[in-house]
């Protein structure tokens, strides 16, 4: 029997990876972007030389590689592809490090206000009650230039459902209070202060006065206003043409406002898995360009001169590249956008120049471009579901296509019909498997019936919604939109029906709860590895997946959790649920209670006992669970009690020093200083703590305290 050896592997691999030769090069935006994931997985913010040594230390394995082992084939190769995905994961450290510290802006440190803010309104928003609006380079108060964020974000309040006469550009003057970005509602929750530092807001808050216009700046606008204005103008008319929520839904679709859509229509598209028509992304680029293709080219075909004599299939190409740049404008440029229409420009110039138009090659030149110029899109489920459907769309085709084609060949207009119908379900089914883990990880919940949804919603989509969109957009010089859209609103009302139908069906949805980044980036680096390569042992991209579903299946959940300004607290329970401090639904009870995959917390009352494990007074809670006692205190009165018979004391006042019983004090100056808390308690008498800024680390993007409260 032979024995094994260490360059019997190394062979192995390297005759695998001869086979993929073309394939190869996929995989630096792949180390691009575990660049990027591990500079924001750092618990502090990296030294401003680590980039480059990361790339010097690749470039020298790389020249000492090509020197030094030339006699040693096997060494030499896989030491080289070492050090070019090193390098390109260099590339993307320093892309993501760059872009922190390029989006740098102050950030209020506590609350302000009420105080007079004034300056230039960017954007506005319409949303159930009001509108929501940002301001940048904004005056508040008497503060000093140098402390002033670059932009803040204000919600609105108002019963009247006219839009304000407000344009984006003009200076506005209003009465707010503004505070700093909240914090995540438990540690590796979302973390909303670093979406807002590379957003840079540095302030968010509410009006309580109505925006006053102090001066209107149409005339030297900036071309990014004008489109803002231009897409302002047309929401609110679709909406006037198209009440209720078909407008709301046909505004989202053609201007990328979403504000406006009731929530119960949100919470049904997205229980029927239909949220992702909401969301202008590749699905209405893609069908954007592709119908304008098509018509543009049918259109050209029919002058027998033009078909004859000129290349109509690149004028067609052209045209519609022109026209999935306007919808890019119209629809706000947000990061999804910019990466759709990145996709479908390559889709486009690839038919210019007689190339294949989809390809893996494509979409890796597609990611490599938006991790370079968005590092940070990398962690939002945007970047995430959207690219992980159209690689599992690309790479199953590839399977099928030989066979999809050779069918289509051989029939008629009923298999063709067929085939259609086939494909949307193989997309739908392939979309969702592909996606499924990024919306567990970031939403907590899975749609049981997409597939039922989409089989109707998305053909509506195609034929009927989105080619009407366009004619309305061709109308509306010309007054006429209203012909284009009082149909299309037929068409948005039936999908509406259709999700309101499907997601009242039972077990519509399967909540999911809370798992590890760690988790979903070995899922992620799994499927990789099964839609990147085409030969067999692809087959090993199972491997990290099942390492992934076992490491989410035995984390264990927090048994206690108390949010940064003490108000609430949460206890898990010997069943598996959550009692929550307080009835009322907030964003931190509710983060709270999707984290560990149900629907509801059930609530204790102030004054009595619920159990033989937890029992209230006036003062405070007292918690017996896995041999430890735990106080949760509210009154200063019951700390001198608590502090002797507790193991565990977290008080949302201050805890005197004498307190020193306990094995573990949480206090108001702790949830303070570090966020929220959540706290383990295991069978063999164990204790764990995790804040929010712990799960953080010291980053740019780190709260800065002002004083302590």
Request: proline share 6%.
């Amino acid at each position: 029997m032979e024995r094994f050896h260490p360059s019997n592997l190394a062979r192995l691999f390297l005759a695998a990876l001869d086979l993929e030769q073309e394939r190869r090069l996929f995989w630096l935006p792949v180390a691009l972007g575990m660049g990027v994931a591990l500079y924001f997985s750092l618990s502090h913010e990296p030294a401003p030389w680590t980039a480059p040594g990361l790339i010097a230390v690749a470039l020298a394995v790389l020249l000492a590689a090509r020197r030094w082992l030339v006699g040693f084939a096997s060494g030499q190769q896989i030491a080289m592809l070492g050090s070019v995905l090193l390098l390109s994961a260099g590339i993307g450290f320093g892309a993501a490090q760059w872009r922190a510290n390029y989006v740098a802006a102050p950030v209020i440190a506590k609350r302000i206000g009420p105080v007079e803010i004034s300056g230039a309104l960017e954007t506005l928003e319409h949303r159930r009650g009001g509108y929501r609006i940002v301001i940048e380079n904004p005056r508040i108060g008497r503060q000093m230039p140098p402390a002033t964020p670059a932009k803040v974000r204000l919600t609105v309040r108002t019963k009247d459902r006219l839009s304000p006469d407000l344009q984006p550009g003009d200076l506005v003057r209003l009465t707010g209070i503004l505070m700093p970005p909240p914090e995540a509602a438990m540690p590796g929750g979302f973390d909303f202060v670093r979406h807002a530092w590379f957003k840079r807001l540095g302030g968010v808050g509410f009006a309580i006065s109505k925006p006053v216009v102090e001066a209107r700046r149409s005339g030297g606008l900036l071309e990014a206003r004008r489109i803002e204005t231009l897409r302002q103008s047309i929401s609110d008319h679709v909406q006037t043409v198209l009440p209720g929520a078909q407008g709301a839904v046909a505004a989202a679709l053609m201007t990328g406002k979403r504000g406006a859509i009731p929530q119960e229509v949100m919470q049904n598209m997205r229980d029927a898995g239909l949220a992702h028509l909401l969301a202008i992304s590749g699905l209405h680029i893609g069908l954007l360009a592709g119908l304008l293709f098509f018509a543009i080219r049918a259109g050209f075909a029919a002058i027998e001169p033009l078909a004859l004599n000129y290349p109509i299939k690149k004028w067609a190409a052209v045209a519609a590249l022109i026209g999935a740049f306007g919808y890019l404008l119209l629809s706000g440029e947000t990061v999804p956008t910019q990466r759709a229409f990145l996709m479908t420009g390559l889709v486009l110039l690839a038919v210019m120049l007689d190339r294949q138009a989809f390809s893996m090659a494509l979409v890796a030149w597609a990611a490599g471009a938006v991790l370079l110029l968005a590092p940070e899109s990398l962690l939002g489920p945007s970047f995430q579901m959207s690219f992980a459907a159209v690689i599992a769309l690309i790479a199953i085709y590839e399977i099928l296509r030989g066979r999809l084609v050779q069918w289509r060949g051989q029939g008629g207009f009923l298999r063709r019909l067929m085939i259609y119908v086939l494909g949307v379900m193989v997309t739908t089914v392939v979309a969702s498997l592909a996606t499924g883990p990024f919306a567990a990880f970031h939403f907590g919940r899975l749609a049981s019936y997409g597939l039922a949804a989409n089989m109707i919603a998305v053909p509506l989509m195609a034929v009927c919604i989105m080619p009407l969109a366009i004619a309305a957009f061709a109308l509306m010089p010309f007054g006429l939109d209203s012909l284009a859209l009082i149909p299309m609103g037929w068409g948005i009302d039936l999908v509406l029906r259709v999700a309101a139908t499907v997601a009242a069906w039972p077990g519509a949805v399967h909540l999911v709860p809370a798992f590890s980044g760690a988790a979903l980036g070995l899922v992620a680096f799994g499927a990789l590895w099964l839609a990147l390569w085409r030969t067999r042992w692809r087959l090993a991209g199972f491997v990290p997946i099942i390492a992934a579903i076992v490491l989410a299946l035995g984390q264990p959940a927090p048994d206690i959790l108390v949010d940064s300004a003490g108000k609430y607290f949460a206890v898990a329970t010997a069943d598996g649920g959550l009692m929550m401090s307080s009835k009322r639904a907030n964003h931190t009870t509710d983060a709270w209670i999707a984290s560990r995959g149900l629907a509801i917390g059930s609530a204790w009352p102030a004054t009595t006992t619920i159990d033989e494990t937890l029992s209230c007074d006036g003062w405070s809670c007292f918690l017996r669970a896995r041999g430890r006692s735990v106080a949760l205190v509210r009154d200063a009165q019951a700390l001198r009690e608590d502090c002797q018979a507790a193991d565990i004391v977290i008080s949302v006042v201050p805890v005197p020093q004498k307190c020193r019983t306990p094995t573990l004090v949480i206090d108001r100056f702790d949830l303070w200083r570090r966020g929220a808390h959540a706290v383990w308690l295991s069978k063999e008498g164990a204790i764990r703590v995790v804040s929010v800024a712990d799960a953080r680390g010291q980053r740019l993007w780190s709260p800065k305290r002002a004083k302590k409260p």
